[in-house]
């Protein structure tokens, strides 16, 4: 199982307590009887990859667990625009009441799959792994690390405590990449050593420092494919920084390992949800 679902009911609370105050409260839906029942039919306007489900299951359940949810979709589902994805059968201020969280935790998941499908797709038959990072909304981290490998790309690094990555600033701090690279080796931890290097010479001195992955900074096509062949599989290659989707078939195509792009979680388009409410009579 993820790690994100570890998190889920954590996230969904937050979000209740930030749409409903405290001590909660929906005045508009008080408005309604309070025994009212209702029905609502979710679904999307546009074509979508549908992630998300379990965060709005957790949203029915802590708004009111009598709320009765019948999906017609599973996260990894493809669904065309109007298709039906979720049935809501119950209290007619609790559904109202949870709308907006339940629509705005899939709007987002769900657009984040689609996004990273889309980049997914581009690499054709490439082996070239694709790879998220860690711009990714605050909160959501991991919800939308597992929206992107719901939409086919692999998980990089969770945070800043499960790699090393050693850029600009921690170099500047050492004097050298060498010396970085060696400051992280002696702490013998048992996680992924990587430079992110702007140049061949840089890349020599990462590899010959004994990083075991490197990140290639904005490196064109051309410095990319000569990368690779100076690396010889020493070291495990990423190419990371302006990638366009137009890019990613050419930039597989030198043989790097894996494509970093920050788009699948910073770049995504909500997914245009409606929640269409009926008052049982």
């Not at 690390?145 to 990555?165: E, P």
């Not at 048992?190 to 290639?216: C, F, H, K, R």
């Not at 078939?249 to 929640?275: E, M, N, Q, W, Y």
């Amino acid at each position: 199982m993820h790690a994100a679902f570890s998190q889920l009911s954590t996230q969904v609370a937050a979000a209740l307590a930030e749409d409903l105050g405290t001590p909660a409260r929906d005045l508009t839906a008080e408005l309604i009887p309070a025994g009212q029942q209702a029905q609502a039919r979710l679904i999307a306007r546009h074509p979508a990859l549908v992630c998300g489900t379990a965060w709005a299951d957790e949203t029915l359940r802590q708004i009111d667990p009598s709320l009765r949810a019948q999906w017609f979709v599973k996260d990894g589902d493809w669904v065309e625009a109007d298709q039906p994805w979720l049935e809501i059968r119950g209290n007619a201020r609790a559904i109202l009441s949870a709308e907006r969280t339940l629509m705005n935790f899939l709007q987002t998941l769900s657009g984040t799959a689609t996004t990273t499908l889309g980049y997914r797709a581009a690499l054709g038959e490439h082996d070239t792994v694709l790879l998220d990072t860690r711009k990714t909304l605050p909160g959501l981290r991991l919800a939308q690390k597992y929206a992107c490998q719901v939409g086919g790309a692999s998980n990089h690094r969770l945070g800043l405590y499960d790699a090393f990555l050693i850029k600009e600033n921690h170099i500047a701090a050492h004097g050298s990449i060498t010396g970085a690279v060696h400051a992280a080796l002696a702490c013998a931890l048992d996680v992924p050593i990587e430079v992110e290097v702007e140049s061949m010479d840089e890349l020599t001195e990462a590899l010959d420092a004994g990083a075991n992955w490197i990140m290639l900074d904005n490196f064109d096509l051309a410095a990319t494919a000569a990368a690779v062949k100076l690396n010889q599989g020493r070291a495990r290659l990423e190419a990371s920084g302006n990638v366009h989707l137009a890019d990613l078939a050419a930039l597989a195509a030198t043989g790097v390992d894996a494509i970093s792009v920050g788009a699948l979680t910073k770049h995504l388009r909500a997914t245009d949800l409606s929640l269409r409410v009926e008052l049982n009579q």
